[in-house]
Structures are given as structure tokens and as C-alpha cells.
């Protein structure tokens, strides 16, 4: 059982950057993958971006891409998603998630992120 802790939300002005951390406790197993997804009010949730555990390789959502940055450490087993130039349109409930790729079982309460402008 993998449990799913998010922080580092909250209101920052356009083109802000943030920080968010994802904190896990339980294993996590060296083929899972963390994702980031998120979702805007009444709208669908949307993946951000995942990078596999062991290897460290990313993959990004085109609408992050070259603005947000996911990393992770093992030693802490934390995922972060570092988020620059924030626009409004990025405004959501940030979730991260677990498990093995595309199959995400684990699940994090999520943490809101406003970007007023």
C-alpha cells in the first residue's frame, strides 16, 4: 500500500513559478511511474506529466511542456513538479499518482494552485 501526500499549493500572480511535492510512504516499487495529472474547475482531469521511478525518465504533457519540470527522490521518496511561468489557465487541483505506467492505483488528495492575473 503506497500512500500519496501532497503540498506547495496555493495563489501566485502570472508567471510565478511554484513547487509542488509529492510525498510517499509505503514501497514504490522500481516499474511505477509517478504522475502528475489536474483539474480545473468543471472541466475533465488532465495528465501533466509522469516520470518512471527507476530510471528517472519524464514525459510531459504538451501544454507543460518546457514550463514544468518533474523529478524525483528516491532517498526521500518524493516526486516534485516545478512549475514556472504560470499562467491562469494552469489554475487546478494538482494530483499526483502511482503505480505501474498508465495504471495508476495510488492516489494523492491533490493540492489547489491559483494563478491570478
Known amino acids: 500500500q503506497v500512500q500519496l501526500v501532497e503540498s506547495g499549493g496555493g495563489l501566485v500572480q502570472a508567471g510565478a513559478s511554484l513547487r509542488l511535492s509529492c510525498a510517499a510512504s509505503g514501497r514504490i516499487f522500481s516499474n511505477y511511474a509517478m504522475g502528475w495529472f489536474r483539474q480545473a474547475p468543471g472541466k475533465e482531469r488532465e495528465f501533466v506529466g509522469r516520470i518512471a521511478w527507476s530510471s528517472g525518465i519524464v514525459y510531459y504533457a504538451d501544454s507543460v511542456k518546457g514550463r514544468f519540470t518533474i523529478s524525483r527522490d528516491t532517498a526521500r521518496n518524493t516526486v516534485y513538479l516545478q512549475m514556472n511561468s504560470l499562467k491562469s489557465e494552469d489554475t487546478a487541483v494538482y494530483s499526483c499518482?502511482?503505480?505501474?505506467?498508465?495504471?495508476?492505483?495510488?492516489w494523492g488528495q491533490g493540492t489547489q494552485v491559483t494563478v491570478s492575473s
Open positions: 499518482a502511482g503505480g505501474l505506467p498508465g495504471t495508476y492505483r495510488y
